[in-house]
């Protein structure tokens, strides 16, 4: 039975990211994933199973050679205004570039068979979610002595050449 939970049709989780896809070097990166439990009917060998699958880890690969996990957290979003907190499940990238976040989601499976108590399948299900692209950028703060009003021709105000 666990090769057949491996093999049936559970959707993995979908990921997503705060900012995304583009953030900044140095900044905390909120990444969720979104799994929901499933449960689904097979014909297995002329009988009718009915499988249950349950998100109990996360696998966080976040592209620059840094992973997490397994963990029960999932993630969550946040409001814009809470955006570059820590979470369980941020991270903040310390080189600018294009990476690539993978979440292997483990799911825990129970079966029955023609209508049958539940069962546990033993050990999990692996399923991959989708890749999920992010740049990472770089910030440049400039400070300047004078405003566009002191100095009209100044870096930045728009009269500049």
């Given at each position: 039975?666990?090769?057949?939970?491996?093999?049936?049709?559970?959707?993995?989780?979908?990921?997503?990211?705060?900012?995304?896809?583009?953030?900044?070097?140095?900044?905390e990166t909120n990444l969720y994933a979104q799994a929901t439990e499933q449960a689904f009917d097979l014909d297995l060998l002329g009988?009718?199973?009915?499988?249950?699958?349950?998100?109990?880890?996360?696998?966080?690969?976040?592209?620059?050679?840094?992973?997490?996990?397994?963990?029960?957290?999932?993630?969550?979003?946040?409001?814009?205004?809470?955006?570059?907190?820590k979470t369980l499940t941020s991270h903040i990238y310390t080189h600018t570039g294009n990476f690539t976040v993978t979440v292997a989601t483990h799911f825990r499976g129970t079966y029955s068979v023609n209508g049958g108590a539940p069962l546990a399948i033993p050990g999990h299900g692996t399923f991959n979610s989708a890749l999920l692209p992010v740049s990472v950028w770089r910030t440049v703060t400039k400070t300047y002595a004078d405003d566009c009003l002191q100095n009209p021709q100044g870096e930045g105000c728009g009269n500049a050449p």
């Open positions: 039975m666990e090769h057949e939970f491996q093999n049936s049709p559970v959707a993995p989780a979908t990921v997503g990211s705060q900012p995304g896809p583009n953030t900044l070097r140095g900044a009988q009718k199973v009915h499988i249950t699958a349950t998100p109990i880890a996360y696998v966080w690969d976040y592209g620059d050679g840094i992973a997490l996990g397994p963990t029960p957290n999932s993630g969550a979003q946040l409001p814009q205004d809470r955006w570059g907190e």
